[in-house]
C-alpha cells in the first residue's frame, strides 16, 4: 500500500511563507496528477492546486500568484511553496496522487498538516 508522507506546515504570521512537501513511500506508476487539497474548519475540501505527468498546473483562483507547486514525478514527490499568506489559507492542508491504470483509478491521500495563518 503506497502511504504518501506530508512535512512542513505550522503556524505563520500573515504575509509570511511556508513549504509543503509531500513524499511516496514507494514509487508510484503511471501518475496522472499530483497535488494539494485543503479543508478549513467547517469548509469542505477544495482543490488548491495540481500538476499532471506532462507538468501543466492548475491554481485555486484564491492562490494563484501566491502559491505555486511542483512536482518530481521520479522521486514521487510534490511541493506546494505558500507565499504571502493570508488568514483565510488557514486550513489542513493534503496532497493527493491520482495514478490511472487502464480503466483503473487509484486515488492517494496524505495524512494532513496543519496550516495556521495568523493575522
Known amino acids: 500500500q503506497v502511504q504518501l508522507v506530508q512535512s512542513g506546515g505550522g503556524l505563520v504570521q500573515a504575509g509570511g511563507s511556508l513549504k509543503l512537501s509531500c513524499a511516496a513511500s514507494r514509487s508510484i506508476s503511471s501518475i496522472n496528477t499530483m497535488g494539494w487539497y485543503r479543508q478549513a474548519p467547517g469548509k469542505q475540501r477544495e482543490l488548491v492546486a495540481n500538476i499532471t505527468s506532462g507538468e501543466t498546473t492548475n491554481y485555486a483562483d484564491s492562490v494563484k500568484g501566491r502559491f505555486t507547486i511542483s512536482g518530481d514525478n521520479a522521486k514521487n514527490t510534490v511541493y506546494l511553496q505558500m507565499n504571502s499568506l493570508k488568514a483565510e489559507d488557514t486550513a489542513v492542508y493534503y496532497c493527493?496522487?491520482?495514478?490511472?491504470?487502464?480503466?483503473?483509478?487509484?486515488?492517494?491521500w496524505g495524512q494532513g498538516t496543519r496550516v495556521t495563518v495568523s493575522s
Open positions: 493527493n496522487v491520482v495514478r490511472l491504470a487502464g480503466p483503473l483509478k487509484y486515488v492517494y
